[in-house]
């Protein structure tokens, strides 16, 4: 079955630096890539998200890129804010299936 | 984004008693929904899946007995823990995806359950 790994388990940046979240896959079937934010005591949030037939994907400081060929896709995020603290899983799923989370990554942005 | 409702968001009752939490998705028909339990600084573990008017596929080692599901309509699913025991105290998340061929799913905010 598919497997999820993703680094790092944990991130400090200061205030307006970037922040770059890695995860790998091992079922190359996988075509569907969300990442979700979490919030202390909160349901995960559906930030962004990628298809297999693009490698690229931006949404203002968001962004996530994919390359199939390696199996693996990141999460950035660029002018970082304390309320970007959280703690982000990346997912991945085949079209159809449930979904296999990673870890987790929990991010701290000090101002 | 879709908005997905759970309640209650908090619950404590007693062992040997039975809880019910409910998932509703607000502005969508949601034909999967799914269930998962999370642990204290862990990742989501996936519980089940269950589809409008069928029975739910448990994940191995989840007891289907003891964690009721039923996905009567479109925008309700239920999760009913029965005779509670204080392992079964964690953070009961839903989530729900829309209509057949949809992949995007949206997560409820969570019922955190305590059994005393």
């Known amino acids: 079955g598919e497997n999820v790994e993703q680094h790092p388990s944990t991130l400090s940046v200061q205030e307006g630096d970037s922040a770059v979240i890695k995860c790998t896959y091992s079922d190359s079937a996988s075509n569907y890539f969300p990442w979700y934010k979490q919030e202390l005591g909160k349901g995960p949030q559906l930030i962004i998200d990628i298809r297999s037939n693009v490698g690229e994907k931006k949404d203002q400081r968001i962004a996530v890129t994919l390359n199939k060929t390696a199996k693996h896709f990141s999460l950035h995020i660029t002018e970082t804010q304390p309320e970007d603290s959280a703690v982000y899983f990346c997912?991945?799923?085949?079209?159809?299936?449930?979904?296999?989370f990673g870890p987790g990554t929990r991010l701290s942005v000090l101002p | 984004g879709a908005v997905v409702s759970q309640h209650p968001s908090r619950v404590i009752c007693k062992s040997g008693t039975s809880v019910k939490i409910e998932c509703r998705s607000l502005d969508f028909q949601a034909t999967t929904m799914f269930w998962y339990r999370q642990f204290p600084k862990k990742s989501l573990m996936l519980m089940a899946t269950?589809?409008?008017?069928?029975?739910?596929?448990?994940e191995q080692g989840v007891e289907k007995d003891k964690f009721l599901i039923n996905h009567a309509s479109l925008t309700l699913s239920t999760l009913t823990v029965t005779s509670a025991h204080p392992e079964d105290s964690s953070f009961y998340i839903c989530?729900?995806?829309?209509?057949?061929?949809?992949?995007?799913?949206?997560f409820g905010p969570g019922t955190r359950l305590t059994v005393t």
């Open positions: 997912a991945a799923s085949t079209r159809g299936q449930n979904f296999v």
């Open positions: 269950s589809n409008e008017g069928s029975k739910a596929t448990y």
């Open positions: 989530s729900a995806r829309g209509l057949a061929g949809g992949v995007v799913s949206y």
